[in-house]
């Protein structure tokens, strides 16, 4: 094609038919693409827009089929969940529970020395 001077040649509008109403692919078929001369008006490319989105909607997947969902062999459900109840050993969870005593009376005696030491503080203050 014949570039005019002054024109950049990767300019998009250059590309444009008469009055800028036209777009062209010229680029692809000189590529070597087996994309035919395809031109398209302007005004047309919102309605094949809206066209294509209209049977977009048709081809999304709403999930696995309810035929599907209905065969599903529910029998060793009870086995699963009773594993799971016994995922810790029973002696990790004896340990625990004696930590979590032992850690119950801790906190009551450091809450007593509180206590105390409050008591003893008011008692200096008295002395003196």
């Given amino acids: 094609q014949d570039i005019p001077q002054g024109e950049d040649p990767t300019d998009p509008a ?20 087996s994309i035919s001369d395809t031109s398209i ?3 047309d490319v919102l ?4 066209e294509f989105l209209r049977g977009f909607d048709k081809l999304r997947d709403d ?4 035929e ?26 004896k340990l625990w ?13 450091l809450s007593r020395r509180a206590e ?3 008591e003893a503080t008011v008692l200096q203050k008295q002395n003196s």
């Fill in 97 to 109: 529970d004696a930590l979590g005593a032992a850690l119950l009376e801790y906190h009551k005696v």
């Fill in 14 to 33: 250059r590309d444009r038919g008469i009055g800028g109403s036209l777009l062209r692919r010229d680029g692809l078929r000189s590529a070597g693409s």
């Fill in 68 to 93: 599907i969902l209905d065969v599903r062999d529910n029998s060793k459900d009870g086995e699963y969940w009773e594993a799971l109840t016994r995922v810790i050993p029973e002696r990790t969870l």
């Fill in 116 to 118: 105390l030491l409050s």
């Fill in 41 to 43: 008006e302007v005004d």
């Fill in 47 to 50: 309605k094949i827009l809206k």
């Fill in 63 to 66: 999930g696995p089929p309810k």
